[in-house]
């Protein structure tokens, strides 16, 4: 068993695109893709070692709306 405490700035950088679409006078469709990358994390825990891989990441996002 072990424990400890990392309190680390973790730099990187993301692009987001959205759109949003009006189909009727009612309904209406929303996209969004989001990357986002942020390198690798490393740290030592006492004789522990993590890493953990923050790089690469995808987001999607899908709405549908009803106005009244």
């Known amino acids: 068993t072990g424990s400890g ?11 987001a695109a959205n759109a949003y679409w009006h189909l009727s006078d009612h309904w ?11 390198g ?9 070692k993590v890493e953990l891989d923050l790089s690469n990441s995808f987001f999607l996002t899908l709405g549908l709306s009803y106005n009244f």
Do not use: K
């Not at 405490?5 to 692009?15: C, P, S």
């Open 5 to 15: 405490v990392d309190h680390a700035v973790i730099w990187g950088g993301y692009v």
């Open 28 to 38: 209406a469709a929303a996209a969004s893709v989001q990357y986002q990358n942020l």
């Open 40 to 48: 690798n994390y490393r740290h030592t825990f006492g004789t522990r």
